[in-house]
């Protein structure tokens, strides 16, 4: 920051002076010293900021000190870790994985290792080298074993609106089934709860779509995403469209996680939940003619074959050009107030190897995030779960098949 200088006073009186040009000069001088004041005491204020900035700064030299100490220890007691190689090792030898580049441990007494330590948790354990915090800023995180994440996200939102209604119900009657059948609340849905329903088809050209009224505009954007997980069926497919205009439905391949179609190239989302969960969507296409007052979202599961399966939640259409966090909608359109910062969800390594780890920082100040442990269990749990703490961090190991807080 800045330093104010001190504004300089006028030229002293000297004995020297004539009558005249004394009283002047003291009156000069004596008319000064308020401005002078004023700037001893700004100078002050900025001398004491410094000072208390360089404490900030010398507890974090501190801080960063420890972790150097610490990570230099660690260097010291693993430098010249061998690559491993299959063959008998000693309870303690430590050995770097040629998978993954990342130390490990033996924990068993001294026995012959057939298997990479990144895969064989029986026998090894991963040393937690103090690797730094990475900064994640997207709303869905997909951890990898051994990362070390820190929450940053504070980008508040807007006011938002759902457009539509019932839109976890899709066995209400505000949605219009042609060729299916819906089974209301057969599956977790993404938000850990038994809400996702079943859309099933019965015979070719299939699809449950809905409808809203809108004012007409050639110019105005609107946003369409769905929440599907693959049951049966392959593929998905969501058009939102004004009636009687071109249409162009977005495809979804479950299997290849290869997306096509959609209205506006690159303006749309497949965006992972976990356990299977995808939210998909596109900006929809305008209507040039400025005449239509209603929009549709049908789904498909693209399959004429009897039986074919896709689970459904959390449809969502909102004014904009761009997808913003999901809104809850029953009889009326659902609305967010402004100014919340959506959770960021952390979505946990699928079926790892055996004390595999993830550690995660909040740092976006909020305990509305989430923890997903992505088709296994947490804790004994196997939906998402609520990280509601908004300061600290937390790291998570898997091991017997489950991941658990440590």
Do not use: C
């Amino acid at each position: 920051m800045p330093i104010t200088p001190i504004p300089a006073l006028p030229p002293a009186p000297e004995p020297s002076n004539g009558r005249d040009v004394f009283t002047a000069r003291s009156f000069a001088m004596y008319a000064a010293l308020p401005e002078t004041i004023n700037g001893m005491n700004l100078l002050g204020g900025q001398v004491k900021d410094y000072a208390d900035a360089v404490d900030i700064d010398a507890a974090q030299v501190a801080a960063d000190r420890q972790v150097v100490d610490m990570n230099t220890a660690l260097v010291a007691n693993y430098a010249g870790a061998a690559p491993w190689a299959a063959g008998t090792y000693a309870q303690g030898a430590v050995v770097y994985s040629v998978v993954n580049q990342r130390l490990y441990r033996k924990i068993t007494p001294s026995s012959a290792t057939v298997t990479d330590p990144s895969a064989d948790g029986t026998n090894w354990t991963l040393v937690n080298a103090l690797v730094p915090f990475t900064p994640v800023t997207a709303s869905t995180l997909l951890a990898v074993s051994g990362g070390r994440y820190s929450l940053q996200k504070t980008t508040t939102e807007g006011a938002g609106t759902n457009l539509l209604t019932y839109s976890e119900q899709l066995d209400n009657a505000a949605w219009t089934k042609s060729n299916v059948t819906v089974t209301a609340n057969t599956s977790a849905s993404p938000d850990g709860d038994v809400l996702a329903d079943t859309v099933t088809t019965t015979s070719a050209s299939p699809g449950v779509y809905t409808s809203i009224a809108i004012a007409a505009s050639s110019t105005n954007d609107y946003y369409g995403s769905v929440f599907v997980k693959k049951g049966t069926s392959s593929k998905v497919k969501l058009d939102i469209y004004y009636p009687g205009n071109t249409q162009s439905p977005l495809l979804f391949d479950f299997d290849t996680q290869v997306i096509s179609g959609g209205a506006y190239a690159g303006e749309y989302i497949a965006e992972y939940f976990g356990d299977g969960w995808w939210r998909l969507g596109y900006r929809v296409l305008r209507d040039a003619s400025a005449s239509k007052t209603t929009m549709i979202m049908l789904l498909t599961p693209n399959s004429g074959v009897v039986g074919q399966t896709i689970f459904v939640w959390g449809a969502q259409i909102e004014a904009g050009a761009a997808a913003t966090s999901y809104i809850q909608s029953v009889a009326a359109p659902g609305a967010r107030a402004a100014g919340s910062v959506p959770p960021q969800r952390v979505v946990l390594p699928a079926a790892p190897a055996s004390n595999a780890f993830v550690s995660v920082q909040i740092g976006n100040g909020i305990d509305t995030n989430v923890i997903h442990p992505n088709g296994s269990t947490l804790e004994g749990t196997t939906g998402p779960a609520l990280i509601d703490f908004t300061t600290g961090s937390l790291d998570f190991q898997y091991l017997n098949n489950t991941w658990r807080a440590v």
